[in-house]
């Protein structure tokens, strides 16, 4: 899987924790993104790379606990949801739905693309289909696949997941993307991520709780 890593990006980690490790609980995040656990409001970025997060210039013993970052407010958490989520981002002030937010973003997107993932969805899982619409069309928006799962949840999500990206990674061509586009089921996976938990929710058959992401601004080693 690591071979994916330019197009995956992230989603490598993910693969490789369902088929190597066996866990109670799973949680991915960023190099500079990282779940707060805490229901404070806190003042947030609007930026496009750090956009819904909570500002952090460095990580460190003094501002860890800021953010509720500690197995003690992890666990808490836990005791009470099966799911901890990065929350989603409102973008209804664009005038977008997810949908033609990915469409407008034509540098980072092929719209036909996400339209080929769609309809693998369609094919394989028609019981989403209504999910899925309701989904793109929303205007909240779940990005930067940050969460905990319990195992269980976490394994039908990645079986969910990675049945649909391989499929649609035999189905487009993206030999002469650019870093940007070549990243596409990176950010695709994004958009299933959030079509997954929305799923989830409508289920309503597990505890889900949205946290705020903390966005590192310096996130490598300090003097």
Excluded at 2 to 26: G, H, I, P
Excluded at 127 to 155: A, H, P, W
Excluded at 167 to 182: A, C, Q, T, V
Aim: glycine content about 4%; hydrophobic content about 30%; charged content about 25%.
């Amino acid at each position: 899987i690591s071979e994916k890593r330019m197009s995956f990006c992230e989603l490598t980690v993910q693969y490789w924790a369902w088929k190597n490790v066996d866990a109670e609980y799973y949680g991915l995040c960023h190099y500079r993104r990282y779940l707060a656990f805490s229901d404070k409001n806190f003042e947030k970025c609007t930026s496009e790379h750090d956009n819904n997060c909570i500002p952090v210039d460095y990580v460190s013993e003094l501002n860890r606990p800021v953010y509720g970052i500690n197995r003690e407010n992890i666990e808490k958490y836990l005791a009470k949801y099966d799911v901890l989520a990065c929350e989603p981002i409102d973008i209804s002030h664009s005038g977008l739905n997810n949908y033609t937010a990915m469409k407008a973003a034509s540098d980072y997107h092929n719209i036909n693309d996400m339209d080929e993932a769609i309809k693998i969805i369609n094919n394989k899982y028609p019981e989403m289909n209504d999910i899925v619409t309701k989904y793109m069309n929303s205007y909240q928006s779940r990005l930067y696949n940050c969460y905990i799962m319990r195992g269980d949840i976490f394994k039908q999500y990645s079986s969910w997941l990675f049945d649909i990206l391989f499929e649609l990674e035999k189905n487009i061509d993206m030999s002469k993307y650019g870093i940007k586009k070549y990243r596409t089921p990176g950010t695709i996976g994004e958009r299933l991520f959030g079509i997954y938990m929305l799923y989830l929710k409508e289920k309503k058959s597990c505890a889900i709780k949205d946290l705020p992401l903390t966005f590192i601004r310096y996130p490598e080693k300090q003097p």
